[in-house]
């Protein structure tokens, strides 16, 4: 066992015995001829004591030796052992948030009870919600994008780097047959096309790479905008030095969070690649100064840099808030099944804030006027391989609006689904300073709700279940009023 952790729970005894014996560290310095700053660096896990001070602790707090040196904890604190000795600390990506694995320890050591009540909670909290390892992964992730505005001037700068390095124009779209001689000559992979078309449990999986033999298995399902971006992906992984990684696209699972971070460090420098930062802010510009919405303009802008709407969605909330400061965002991914009629948000992000349409852990059903369910809906029914639509929504409980915008198309990775990705800009005087568009009369508006059983709008022809939740809100309310009435009656 590492010694850390048998400091710290040799630190947890020292602190609870002596709070059971009414001492203060000054007084249990007194009675042992020990220091007080010496016993303080005990308690807090700093310090493990020799044979010989063990014996006056034990003296001093009327416990046997063999008591004190054990590693088993009492009810009160069993929690804490636990976590501690599942080394959860070392999985915790403590360090992307500037936290110090030493901070929590000496959290923990200041106020163990509490801090173990805290800790259940959180743990009776992710049972009920099912948060899995992976999922904890992915949320502490998002957080890290979401605290970085979800821009990362230095894989941006190593993108451009590379560029150069290879004699790359980031001023004209990529070219498939570069990026893969890039791999094969300068990286040494090898390119099978075939092997995986051969077992159907793969048909979800569009790349498998096999370090040993630095051989790269694409999918003939994958069309050539997935195929960039595994290509890009896999330069960015190799021009970072990065080897601590994921080995399937997409992902089965991850055996840490290096390798989550990683992932996405390489799917970022293969977005960057891909959508170079410099000519989308100029072609943005262009677009957002218009007095009206194009939708054909922005559909060609797509078109211009990739034929995957998910990748330049995604890359919009990189580039809007480091170079349009619109930060209040978020980005959405619905995935569906026409047969089971379940939409699921499948990939969320918002920046700044936590904004209106966010995931529902409740099973709850969300509201069908969202453009993004919208467009998800139409796109089963088309005979186009891509619908767009954008709207105002402003929600029903609150006075924000925000403007959406919305693409659906077949789910690249599994047959029978689709998917739709929204981006919505949260409406404020800045944004309409930004965004000529915004006050264009012709953009569709409509009041949404996040999700029927919690919406107010009365009518709604799209809603497919009761307001449960807020009748259970007005009658709770109704009640806390007759029973304050009461109350005042009888006073």
């Known amino acids: 066992m590492e010694e850390e952790y048998i400091r710290l729970i040799f630190g947890l005894k020292l602190k609870q015995l002596r709070t059971e ?9 007194k009675v042992t001829g020990l220091s007080k700053s010496y016993l303080n660096e005990i308690e807090k896990g700093k310090k493990y004591p020799k044979r010989d001070k063990i014996v006056l602790l034990t003296e001093a707090l009327d416990v046997t030796y063999d008591q004190m040196v054990s590693l088993k904890l009492d009810k009160n604190l069993a929690p804490i052992g636990e976590i501690l000795q599942s080394k959860i600390l070392k ?34 909290i992710a049972k009920h919600y099912n948060l899995s390892r992976e999922r904890f992964f992915l949320a502490s992730l998002r957080s890290y994008q979401e605290a970085h505005n979800n ?6 700068n190593d993108v451009e780097r590379f560029a150069k390095a290879y004699s790359i124009d980031l001023s004209k779209k990529l070219n498939e047959k570069d990026l893969e001689d890039i791999l094969v000559e300068e990286y040494g992979y090898t390119i099978n ?16 790479f096999v370090p040993k033999t630095r051989t790269l298995l694409i999918s003939k399902e994958a069309d050539s905008s997935q195929r960039m971006f595994i290509y890009a992906k896999e330069i960015g992984y190799n021009f970072l030095n990065i080897t601590d990684r994921l080995y399937t696209f997409s992902w089965i699972k991850f055996d840490s969070f290096d390798q989550v971070l990683n992932n996405f460090i390489a799917s970022y420098f293969a977005g960057a690649l891909l959508i170079p930062r410099k000519k989308l802010v100029t072609e943005l510009k262009t ?3 218009s007095k009206t919405l194009n939708t054909e303009v922005f559909l060609k802008l797509i078109a211009e840099f990739t034929d995957s709407p ?8 990189n580039i809007l808030p480091k170079y349009f400061n ?17 939409f699921q948000l499948t990939k969320e992000l918002h920046i700044t804030n936590i904004q209106e349409p966010h995931a529902n852990e409740n099973n709850e059903h969300y509201c069908r006027r969202w453009v993004s369910i919208k467009t998800l809906k139409e796109i089963t029914i088309s005979d186009e391989n891509h619908l767009f639509e954008a709207q105002i929504s402003s929600y029903d409980h609150t006075e924000n609006e925000y403007f959406v915008l919305s693409s659906a198309t077949k789910d690249p990775f599994r047959y029978g689904y689709f998917r739709s990705i929204a981006l919505g800009i949260l409406i404020s005087p800045h944004a309409q300073s930004k965004i ?23 009518d709604c022809q799209e809603r497919v279940a009761q307001p449960k939740k807020l009748e259970r809100k007005e009658r709770f309310a109704k009640t806390e009023e007759v029973v304050k009435s009461l109350m005042e009656k009888y006073s």
């Open 21 to 29: 014996k009414s001492l203060s560290l000054f007084g249990l310095a």
């Open 193 to 208: 096309n075939e092997e995986l078309t051969e077992h159907k449990e793969l048909t979800n999986l569009r790349s498998v």
């Open 287 to 289: 677009f957002f100064d």
């Open 326 to 342: 619109l930060k209040n965002l978020f980005f959405l991914r619905f995935n569906y099944k026409p047969e089971r009629d379940d």
């Open 436 to 458: 000529a568009f915004l006050n264009d009369s012709n953009i569709k508006k409509r009041k949404v709700g996040v999700t029927c059983e919690s919406c107010a709008i009365i």
């Open 151 to 156: 821009y990362f001037e230095a894989i941006e």
């Open 310 to 317: 998910e990748t330049f969605y995604q890359r919009l909330t």
């Open 91 to 124: 999985e915790i990506p403590l360090d992307i948030f500037g936290i110090k694995e030493s901070d929590l320890i000496d959290i923990i050591a200041e106020a163990p009870l509490k801090v173990n009540a805290f800790i259940s909670t959180l743990f009776e």
